[in-house]
């Protein structure tokens, strides 16, 4: 059976979209059978990111009830990784019920060694739905505090909730000399750090070509980065799960 572990995070534009699509990569290129999902509803970014802006049927069609969910799978052009992209318009974001996530999700983890779910960041409903629809959580912040301790809020409620927080990824670090450093961080967030994502420049070019940077220069410091957090989440995702479920 495969890992379902989502992306999230305290605060918006912490980098919860880029990190997903450049794991999802990272873990295919390592021979993994991933699938990528975003479960953002309201604010998706996704499927930019991977390269399709064109889907017929998304997960907004799945949580409305006019589609199944493997009529939203899709192949990217990365090996080893299919994606679940979710709409962009309004139209579809109100017929879209969030609740319907996990029980969507979860039975998806029978196909794929990974599911990563983007998730909407905060604790509203459907970012509790998206989240809620993994077993294992990987959190993403940035290097200041309100973002760090806002995080960290999000990290204690999944796990009352149940969810094995495998630890948290500091990413765009570097680019003001306030930013908090890694063992500080660590220290607030009280959980393991899996990965620091320099601020690369390379990362912001990709994104803008709508190619993941893991892809678009695999020698950049930054895609560096993401392929250790790969093989670190390759190393120990699912353990906790396995003790807790």
Same mark, same amino acid.
């Given at each position: 059976?495969?890992r ?6 305290g605060k918006g534009?912490?980098?919860k979209?880029? #990190?997903t699509?450049?794991l999802?990569i990272?873990?295919?290129? $390592?021979?993994?059978r991933v699938?990528a *999902?975003?479960?953002d509803?309201?604010m !998706?970014? @996704?499927?930019l990111v991977?390269? +399709?802006?064109?889907?017929?049927? #998304? ?6 009830g006019?589609?199944e +969910?493997n009529d ?9 990784v299919?994606?679940i ?6 139209e579809?974001?109100k017929? !879209?019920d969030?609740? =319907?996530l996990?029980?969507a ?5 029978? =196909?794929?060694?990974f *599911?990563l779910? &983007?998730?909407p960041?905060?604790?509203q409903?459907d970012?509790m ?5 993994g077993e294992?959580?990987i959190?993403?912040?940035n290097?200041?505090?309100?973002c760090? #301790?806002d995080t960290m809020k ?8 149940g @969810?094995?927080?495998?630890g948290?990824v500091l990413? %765009?670090?570097g %680019?003001? &000399?306030n930013? +908090?450093p890694p &063992?500080?961080a660590?220290e607030?967030?009280?959980l ?6 320099? /601020?690369d420049?390379k990362v912001? /070019?990709?994104t803008? /070509?709508g *190619?993941?940077? *893991?892809e678009y220069d695999?020698?950049s410091?930054?895609?560096r980065?993401?392929?250790?957090l790969a093989?670190e989440v390759? %190393?120990?995702a699912g353990l906790?799960?396995r003790? $807790?479920?």
């Amino acid at each position: 059976m495969g890992r379902l572990i989502s992306v999230a995070s305290g605060k918006g534009g912490t980098g919860k979209t880029t #990190t997903t699509a450049n794991l999802s990569i990272a873990l295919g290129k $390592m021979g993994h059978r991933v699938l990528a *999902v975003d479960a953002d509803l309201t604010m !998706a970014n @996704l499927s930019l990111v991977m390269g +399709i802006d064109d889907a017929e049927t #998304t997960i907004h069609d799945v949580l409305s009830g006019n589609a199944e +969910i493997n009529d939203a799978i899709y192949q990217t052009s990365y090996e080893n990784v299919d994606l679940i992209p979710a709409a962009i318009d309004w139209e579809h974001v109100k017929r !879209a019920d969030p609740r =319907g996530l996990p029980g969507a999700i979860k039975p998806l983890k029978a =196909g794929y060694d990974f *599911v990563l779910i &983007d998730c909407p960041a905060g604790l509203q409903m459907d970012a509790m739905n998206a989240m809620l629809s993994g077993e294992e959580v990987i959190l993403i912040t940035n290097p200041e505090i309100s973002c760090i #301790t806002d995080t960290m809020k999000v990290g204690i409620v999944l796990k009352k909730a149940g @969810l094995a927080v495998l630890g948290f990824v500091l990413n %765009r670090y570097g %680019r003001s &000399d306030n930013d +908090i450093p890694p &063992d500080a961080a660590e220290e607030v967030m009280e959980l393991p750090l899996l990965a620091v994502i320099p /601020e690369d420049p390379k990362v912001r /070019e990709a994104t803008l /070509e709508g *190619v993941p940077v *893991v892809e678009y220069d695999p020698d950049s410091e930054g895609a560096r980065a993401f392929m250790k957090l790969a093989e670190e989440v390759d %190393r120990i995702a699912g353990l906790k799960a396995r003790v $807790m479920y």
